[in-house]
T-cell receptor
């Protein structure tokens, strides 16, 4: 079956612009996670959704970052007024239920010039 | 609090060598899951295995094997007769099975380089 998909695969933007990153989880997966991975680094948790609710937003680095999920499916991560330090790969993962195995998408590589 | 330590930052081997990637964890949960993921140069994390804390049986899948030792809080991963295609960053992760945080804890990863 289809895995987790993310779009765009690559995004180059200018400092100060807003960007939207999209994640389509595996159908039926109730839990959805966003992570950030800087070059050569590990995974940095950003936000977790259960259904359309986000019980844990503790990893969002600033109020420039927000995310939503609709229809217990697609999620969008929005970064406003991008900064160069936002450059990273943004990974989305979904799981059938919380604490179950997470399946990752291919990521969106964001470059802020 | 949970913690996953992958002390080996980078390992370099020659093809056909066996290699073991270490993973040591800390948790107060009595039941938990342990995971290994592979991140090849393409960037997508690929799920390899999940182990329930109740099940201490070692597992073998082809050239891959996992050694779970609850007594030493370790979940090590061995690749037998390594191949160039095994070159990747490998992440170990821990998730509580009940109560506590829903967010898994990932180690910092071990970069494996297999030379031809």
């Amino acid at each position: 079956g289809a895995g987790v998909s993310q779009s765009p695969s690559n995004k180059v933007t200018e400092k100060g612009k807003d960007v939207e990153l999209r994640c389509d989880p595996i159908s039926g997966h109730t839990a959805l996670y966003w992570y950030r991975q800087r070059l050569g680094q590990g995974l940095e948790f950003l936000i977790y959704f259960q259904g359309n609710s986000a019980p844990d937003k503790s990893g969002l680095p600033s109020d420039r970052f927000s995310a939503e999920r609709t229809g217990e499916s697609v999620s969008t991560l929005t970064i406003q007024r991008t900064q160069q330090e936002d450059s990273a790969v943004y990974l989305c993962a979904s799981s059938l239920a919380p604490r179950e195995t997470q399946y990752f998408g291919p990521g969106t590589r964001l470059l802020v010039l | 609090a949970q913690k996953v330590t992958q002390a080996q930052t980078e390992i370099s081997v020659v093809e056909k060598e066996d290699v073991t990637l270490d993973c040591v964890y800390e948790t107060r949960d009595t039941t938990y899951y342990l995971f290994w993921y592979k991140q090849p140069p393409s960037g997508e994390l690929v799920f390899l295995i999940r182990r329930n804390s109740f099940d201490e049986q070692n597992e073998i899948s082809g050239r891959y094997s996992w050694n779970f030792q609850k007594s030493t809080s370790s979940f090590n991963f061995t690749i037998t007769a390594s191949q160039v295609v095994d070159s990747a960053v490998y992440f170990c992760a821990l998730s509580g099975a009940s109560g506590g945080s829903y967010i898994p804890t990932f180690g910092r990863g071990t970069s494996l380089i297999v030379h031809p």
